[in-house]
T-cell receptor, first 113, second 118 residues
Framework: QQQVKQSPQSLIVQKGGISIINCAYE??????FPWYQQFPGKGPALLIA?????SEKKEGRFTISFNKSAKQFSLHIMDSQPGDSATYFC????????????FGTGTSLTVIP | GAVVSQHPSRVICKSGTSVKIECRSL??????MFWYRQFPKQSLMLMAT?????????EQGVEKDKFLINHASLTLSTLTVTSAHPEDSSFYIC??????????????FGSGTRLTVV
């Protein structure tokens, strides 16, 4: 059973555009929602993360929007660049209990010049 | 920041042999290590969770006798794929929970190991 559902599976955006990736979850006990960026042949790298007590977090060009009532969260990449082309995974965890991460299925982002 | 060094990055082995993958926490103590497996263009699937000094907890469907995990110290965890077969070919990634989290979430990932069994 997929604990975290992610869409779209792939995304093509023009340079300078906004990339939006969405995730939804069911378990209301999750209290930590990170986004990871993964380049081919490399491990995932933490991009940005949010806890459910805030509705939005912004770091540079990356923003997480969090809707607790809808159990959804999304990643927005502003001014998308070719170097942002990678696979993005959302995840959820009960971090305070040291539990595992539940990953979304991933979104392959391609930013075309 | 917290860094996990994973080796080797790539390994090719013959069917029937064993392969050991190491993950070392370089500047922190990793009390908990997670081992993931990732097939091409798919998500990360948790294989097992290990805590230093105790037996690993394996996820359903993961053969504990085939995927041996050792977490003997706070800075080293190993995954040994025993009697490897071509279907074990995959990308294996470790992740460590920082003992005293200083960043959001307190988790960091290794760079992954591409295992090819021929």
């Amino acid at each position: 059973q997929q604990q975290v559902k992610q869409s779209p599976q792939s995304l093509i955006v023009q340079k300078g555009g906004i990339s939006i990736i969405n995730c939804a979850y069911e378990n209301t006990a999750f209290d930590y929602f990170p986004w990871y960026q993964q380049f081919p042949g490399k491990g995932p790298a933490l991009l940005i993360a949010i806890r459910p007590d805030v509705s939005e977090k912004k770091e540079g060009r990356f923003t997480i929007s969090f809707n607790k009532s809808a159990k959804q969260f999304s990643l927005h990449i502003m001014d998308s660049q070719p170097g942002d082309s990678a696979t993005y995974f959302c995840a959820a965890s009960m971090a305070l209990t040291g539990n595992q991460f539940y990953f979304g299925t991933g979104t392959s982002l391609t930013v075309i010049p | 920041g917290a860094v996990v060094s994973q080796h080797p990055s790539r390994v090719i082995c013959k069917s029937g042999t064993s392969v050991k993958i190491e993950c070392r926490s370089l500047d922190f103590q990793a009390t908990t290590m997670f081992w993931y497996r990732q097939f091409p263009k798919q998500s990360l699937m948790l294989m097992a969770t290990s805590n230093e000094g105790s037996k690993a907890t394996y996820e359903q469907g993961v053969e504990k006798d085939k995927f041996l995990i050792n977490h003997a110290s706070l800075t080293l965890s190993t995954l040994t794929v025993t009697s490897a077969h071509p279907e074990d070919s995959s990308f294996y990634i470790c992740s460590a929970r920082v003992a005293a989290p200083t960043s959001v979430g307190g988790y960091t990932f290794g760079s992954g190991t591409r295992l090819t069994v021929v």
